[in-house]
């Protein structure tokens, strides 16, 4: 046996299928053995591995025993040559395994071998190549600096900045993500250190690697996708403090106590540093536009208030301090929150949503001043004043930010991208009626050919490719697995990644479109962006949409108990949405298990409270709400089934 590839599995069944695909295409010509161990997966991919790729030696876990562990139980078994480790986020060139194995044949001392990796963008991965992660190196690339001397010999040798993307090198330390090495190598150095969670594993390996008297190599002449490199981590401080646990793990094991203590300290610092300045800049960008909605609108309300007060009762005096700083600044937060609510504050901005969510707080105000005592009522007036002025202060500011251009604020967008789909006619066909099915509305979709052509049906050719881009604005280039090979699909990406371009990539005969970060599925089984109901955001709208219209709900509950036709039950789940047991809109049953975001149990399922007359469509209910959740659409369903409550 001449190569073992090892892939270990976590709720990337999409991700999984299309790296096998490729995985199975480079290995043609070469002995090759696939192992796959998945760590408990929940989203089919044994199943589809058992039905698509019986030829995978599997070992299915049934607990998450993390990257390490998962892959030294594969290597315990494997009878290759040459080993690989590699993620299941990846797509490999149909040459890559056998130019790895012939570089390998050609140096005896080659321990450890990588290549370059782009993302799911077209870029280049720095982390294709590193350096030896010292106390210095590593501050060096926590701290920032290695952002700002990216060529440096010093503040970029983490990831050998001075070296080309393009150089064949001697490396120290490669990536998990890619990493090739010698039966040999595993039998003299041992497995991968089960000690580490993340992060530290490859850097722990490598370095053993060296210490077994080998050398480690990074191979640019043939290239990966890797969809979900460290590039998408990296800004978090979650991936800090995680860089942090392993390095101290490193360091520890490796380094004298003294060595190791400085090492402690000084990522430490740099965690501090980095927390702080990520912390401010979080705060700064989530509360600076909805702080200057409520400067702008409570200064423009008390000018207003002054001028009517004046107009009212020749007196600017006229109305009480309580209603000038308590009362009026109630007022805007409400305003605010229902602008929130409704997804005012979303990026790119939407100026309708800003209107409805300024309506709704106004409605509500009126409202609640309706059943205020005669002696508390100020002036409805000054509400419906007020609530111009603050629509015309909030649409005002995006202007102000359109013309600054600050990103997200652009007003002149078109929110439905155009696309290029790259196959052949019937392939590019079945993509455009597969976007069609999952709900993808372009506002314009051209189809390429992979050769030139006179067919009407193709707006052109690849070889017209950064033309057709150009012309066409387009925004997203779909590529067709089944005519396009791996190595053409990265070349494509590779020459018009400075085009500010998404890329899809649907493989064959499949039900699913994925991408970087990304997959819509048929089937829904599995998804990231598309799942918003996932975001915490979208929990939280939900949250306080519960709070406020369970107790609207309580309010007038004398009146609308009267309509109920389970009266028994009504005050029962109003309370237990208004202290946060339950949700009004939620799930309804399948017939089989559906992967779902978590919710609180609900009072309405979102196929309507009959639902046992839709339980075969109430997969389908389920997975549109994931995916499409408002705020309205809870509020929707609750008005609809406000007497069967």
Sequence with gaps: MRLSVVIVNYNVKFFLEQCLNSVFEAAKGLDT??????????????????????????????????????????LKQVTGEYVLLLNPDTLVENDTFAKCVDFMDAHPDCGGLGVKMINGEGEYLPESKRGFPTPKVAFYKISGLIKLFPRSPKFAHYYLGHLSPDQTAEIEILSGAFLMTRKEVLDKIGLLDETFFMYGEDIDFSYRILQGGYKNYYLPATRIIHYKGESTKKGSLNYVYTFYNAMAIFTQKHFSQSDAKIFTLGIKLAIWARASLSFCKRLVSSVIVPLLDFICIYLGFFLIKNLWATFKANDISYYPPEYTYLIMPAYVLLWLLCVFLYGGYRKPVNLLKIVKGLAVGTATLLIFYSLLDETQRYSRALILLGAAWAAVSTLTLRGILHLLRIKGYSLSADKSKAYLIIGDSDETQRVSELFGTLGIVPSFMGKVSMEKTDDSRFVGDVSQISDLVRFYKINEVVFCAKNLQPQEIITLMTS?????????????????????????????????RIKTLALPRKRTQKRVFDFVSAFVVLLFSPVLWLFQRNKKGFFGKAFSVLVGKKTWVGYGKTIEKQVLPQIKPCVIPVCGIDESQHIADCRHFNNMYVRNYRVTTDLLVLLRNLRKL
């Design 33 to 74: 053995e696939v192992w796959v161990v998945d760590n408990n997966s929940v989203d089919g991919s044994v199943a589809m591995l058992k039905e698509k790729f019986p030829q995978v030696r599997l070992i299915a876990n049934t607990e998450n025993y993390g990257f390490a562990k998962a892959n030294n139980q594969a």
């Design 496 to 528: 018009l990644q400075d085009s500010n371009l998404d890329y899809k990539i649907v493989p064959q005969e499949s039900q699913f479109v994925i991408g970087s970060g990304d997959i819509y599925s048929v089937e829904d089984a599995y998804a990231i």
